[in-house]
Each structure stands twice: as C-alpha cells, then as structure tokens.
T-cell receptor, first 114, second 111 residues
Framework: EADIYQTPRYLVIGTGKKITLECSQT?????MYWYQQDPGMELHLIHY???????EKGDLSSESTVSRIRTEHFPLTLESARPSHTSQYLC?????????????FGEGSWLTVV | AQSVSQHNHHVILSEAASLELGCNYS??????LFWYVQYPGQHLQLLLK??????LVKGIKGFEAEFIKSKFSFNLRKPSVQWSDTAEYFC?????????FGTGTRLTVIP
C-alpha cells in the first residue's frame, strides 16, 4: 500500500491566482516526482528530485516550480495560474537506486483554472 | 521520437472473457517495463514489472505480461476477467531517470 498523499484532490481557481499542490510521503523515499496528465493523454514527467535540496525538470516543460526542503515533502507551485494549467497532477516517489525501482503514486490533484 | 503506444483506448468485455492489452515501445537498448492499474477513485498502482530473466512475468490478481524483445512489445493478459478488473491500465517504460507512460487503456467489464 502506497503512503503518498496529495492535497487538494480537486481545486477550481481563478486565472492569476497562486496555488500550491501539496505532496507528502511516509516511506522515506529519496526520489520524488510530479507528473502531469491531460484527459486521454500520457502522463508526462514535469519535475523530479533525488533528495533534499535537489530538483530537476522533467521531459515536459512546465511553468510550475517545486521545492524539496524535507525528504517527505515535495510541493508544486504555480505563481500565476492560467487556463492552460488545467490538468491532473500526480505526485510519486520511489527508493533511490536506478530506473528499475517501483514508483508509487498519489491519488492525484485535479486542477481547473477558470 | 521515443514513445510508448497503447493502441486500445477503451476495451469492453464480459466477465470470464480473456483479455489482452497491447503495449509497444520504441526505445532501443535495455529497458525496464511496467504495467500500472488505476481503479476508479484510487492511486495508480503497480500490476507487474519486467527487469530481466523470464520474459513471461506474473503479476497480481492473475495478470501476466510477456516481453517480446524482437517486437518491442509488452502485452498484458488475463485469461478470465472479473467485474472488479474495471480500471484504467497504463504501460510504462523506464529509461534513466524517467518513466515514460502510454496513454492508457480503459477496461470496462460487464457483469
């Protein structure tokens, strides 16, 4: 059972607002990820982290930013939300050690920007 | 371009029917292969994975997948589906620091 939590699950927000999507995991995993998925499309990696104070951009360019001040916490922030940011955002984590490790996912945060 | 292809977007089956969901990838070299499942309202969770060895991999809930290197395929199978298998199924390929996903196949099992 995955112990990775995302809040909020659903959010509707106006254009120009700042939002932070929270993600926490209790498994002590070093690696954490944010994926973005539009309906009917692939999941795309937008950010990942190897550990505290490490953040990297993924294969899909995103205007969001992330931080990793604590091992268990990997929040994603949009400084000024736009309708094009409407999507599902999935947080995930895995143990450190290479591409073969299982990635555990949170339930996702559905963001709608109006 | 590197990609993971799932050709079936929506599959509808009756209970007890056999299932095969296709997955093809376009990466060369060594890859790790996964099938994830997302039941309605739940997390994505791992169904099975292939790293090396026997190309026929057994997963949870009676699922299996076969890695055919020459065809760049990793198809998911189950001999007899149940209503509780209704979910979305994602094939994924791991390369380096990234996990590349297909677009998913929605499976609906009719009682």
């Amino acid at each position: 059972e995955a112990d990775i939590y995302q809040t909020p699950r659903y959010l509707v927000i106006g254009t120009g607002k700042k939002i932070t999507l929270e993600c926490s995991q209790t498994m002590g995993h070093d690696k954490m990820y944010w994926y973005q998925q539009d309906p009917g499309m692939e999941l795309h990696l937008i950010h990942y982290s190897y550990g505290v104070n490490s953040t990297e951009k993924g294969d899909l360019s995103s205007e969001s930013t992330v931080s990793r001040i604590r091992t268990e916490h990997f929040p994603l922030t949009l400084e000024s939300a736009r309708p094009s940011h409407t999507s599902q955002y999935l947080c995930a984590s895995s143990e450190w050690g290479g591409s073969g490790n299982t990635i555990y996912f949170g339930e996702g945060s559905w963001l709608t920007v109006v | 371009a590197q990609s993971v292809s799932q050709h079936n977007h929506h599959v509808i089956l009756s209970e007890a029917a056999s299932l095969e969901l296709g997955c093809n990838y376009s990466y060369g070299g060594t890859v790790n292969l996964f099938w994830y499942v997302q039941y309605p309202g739940q997390h994505l969770q791992l169904l099975l994975k292939y790293f090396s060895g026997d190309p026929l991999v057994k997963g949870i809930k009676g699922f299996e997948a076969e890695f055919i290197k020459s065809k760049f395929s990793f198809n998911l199978r189950k001999p007899s589906v149940q209503w509780s298998d209704t979910a979305e199924y994602f094939c994924a390929v791991s390369r380096g620091n990234n996990l590349f996903f297909g677009t998913g196949t929605r499976l609906t099992v009719i009682p």
